[in-house]
């Protein structure tokens, strides 16, 4: 189906929704912090990033705007992930993402965050060959 970046540096949070994403079909890579999002997504050109807010090295917000502010990486959705109540949208759609989940998020809440982007990005490549 899709391709996911998935930042999360929490061991547990990222194996958890990394075998919900492989379940639902989406092939998933791996990052543990903003830095390494950066790079991967830089070499990988994902579909998705689903980033989480606070994490080590950079965090998930700076992480995005640098991936925004980047003519290669600025077309590709971010949905922040975090656990901080205090993180709305407004703050995140400010530092560039598209939409954001609260920590631990439902399965089902997530893969409709999932299906929405994936569905959008999919439908703009195929109009694109049209």
């Given at each position: 189906m899709s391709r996911i970046l998935l930042v999360e540096d929490d061991p547990l949070q990222r194996s958890l929704i990394e075998r919900v994403l492989h379940m639902a079909g989406h092939t998933v890579w791996l990052?543990?912090?903003?830095?390494?999002?950066?790079a991967l997504a830089m070499a990988c050109y994902p579909?998705?990033?689903?980033?989480?807010v606070l994490l080590p090295e950079m965090n998930g917000l700076e992480a995005t705007r640098q991936?925004?502010?980047?003519?290669l990486t600025r077309?590709?959705?971010?949905?922040?992930?975090?656990?901080?109540?205090?993180?709305?949208s407004l703050i995140a759609q400010a530092y560039g993402?598209?939409?954001?989940a609260i920590k631990p998020v439902s399965v089902a809440t997530l893969l409709a965050?999932?299906?929405r982007f994936c569905r959008a990005d999919r439908a703009a490549e195929c109009s694109a060959r049209s």
């Open positions: 990052a543990g912090n903003g830095v390494d999002a950066i579909e998705l990033i689903l980033m989480d991936l925004k502010a980047n003519s077309h590709i959705p971010v949905i922040a992930l975090t656990a901080y109540q205090l993180i709305d993402c598209d939409d954001f965050k999932v299906d």
